[in-house]
């Protein structure tokens, strides 16, 4: 079992900044992918970005150029940096785990993310 905790959503005005954590704990071990997605009401939840154990990360179009995930394995924890905010990104954002070799995922409880005009 993985156990996820995010923290720093917010509300913050366009063009501002947030920086995301989460925190893994459990049975933690590598290779694994960690990331984040989000979700705003009435949509389908989607992919932010992500981060292998070897630092290999992957974005979605949307957020290339605003948007910055970086991990510390010691601490387990994930960040997502988020600049140059713009309503269009308000939603609940997860915390994701999973192991390479397995297709099984794991969720945090989500943070909640407000951008206002």
């Known amino acids: 079992q993985v156990q996820l905790v995010e923290s720093g959503g917010g509300l913050v005005q366009a063009g501002g900044s947030l920086r995301l954590s989460c925190v893994a704990a459990g049975s933690i071990a590598s290779p694994y992918v960690m990331g984040w997605y989000r979700q705003a009401p009435g949509k389908p939840r989607e992919l932010v970005a992500t981060?292998?154990?070897?630092?290999?990360?992957n974005y979605a179009d949307f957020v290339k150029g605003r948007f910055t995930i970086s991990r510390d394995n010691g601490k387990n924890t994930v960040y997502l940096q988020m600049n140059n905010l713009n309503p269009e990104d308000t939603a609940v954002y997860y915390c994701?785990?999973?192991?390479?070799?397995?297709?099984?995922?794991?969720w945090g409880q989500g943070t909640q993310v407000t951008v206002s005009s």
């Open positions: 981060i292998t154990s070897g630092g290999s990360t």
């Open positions: 994701y785990y999973r192991h390479s070799w397995s297709t099984l995922s794991y």
